[in-house]
């Protein structure tokens, strides 16, 4: 059975850091792209970053491009997200998800979802 276990979440001040954690297994984890999504309360869930399975391509999102980074430890099954300089408009649940698709933008294309984190942000 494929699990995605997130963690790192929490409560944070503006302009502080968390690293979030997502822990996969039940798949080879090294032939999957795995994203991170967000979703605030009364929005659509979104893209935040990716990255593919080789860890030489990773991509993000306009909004978070220079404050977040993205990356993968093949060897540990897990993939993280670095969150500087946070924002409160931030503030949303975060899930990280796999993909057996090229495409890495959209929701629909992955296949496995975490159950998420939450990341507050306050001002």
């Known amino acids: 059975q494929v699990q995605l276990v997130e963690s790192g979440g929490g409560l944070v001040q503006a302009g502080g850091s968390l690293r979030l954690s997502c822990a996969a297994s039940?798949?080879?984890?090294?032939?999957?792209?795995m994203g991170w999504f967000s979703q605030a309360p009364g929005h659509e869930r979104e893209f935040v970053a990716g990255?593919?399975?080789?860890?030489?391509?990773?991509y993000y999102a306009d909004s978070v491009k220079g404050r977040f980074t993205i990356s993968r430890d093949n060897a540990k099954n897990t993939v993280y997200l670095q969150m500087n300089g946070l924002k409160p408009e931030d503030t949303a649940v975060y899930y990280c998800?796999?993909?057996?698709?090229?495409?890495?933008?959209?929701?629909?294309?992955?296949?496995?979802w975490g159950q998420g984190t939450q990341v507050t942000v306050s001002s």
């Open positions: 998800a796999a993909s057996q698709r090229r495409r890495i933008f959209n929701s629909n294309d992955y296949a496995y």
């Open positions: 039940g798949l080879t984890f090294n032939w999957y792209t």
């Open positions: 990255i593919g399975p080789s860890t030489g391509s990773a």
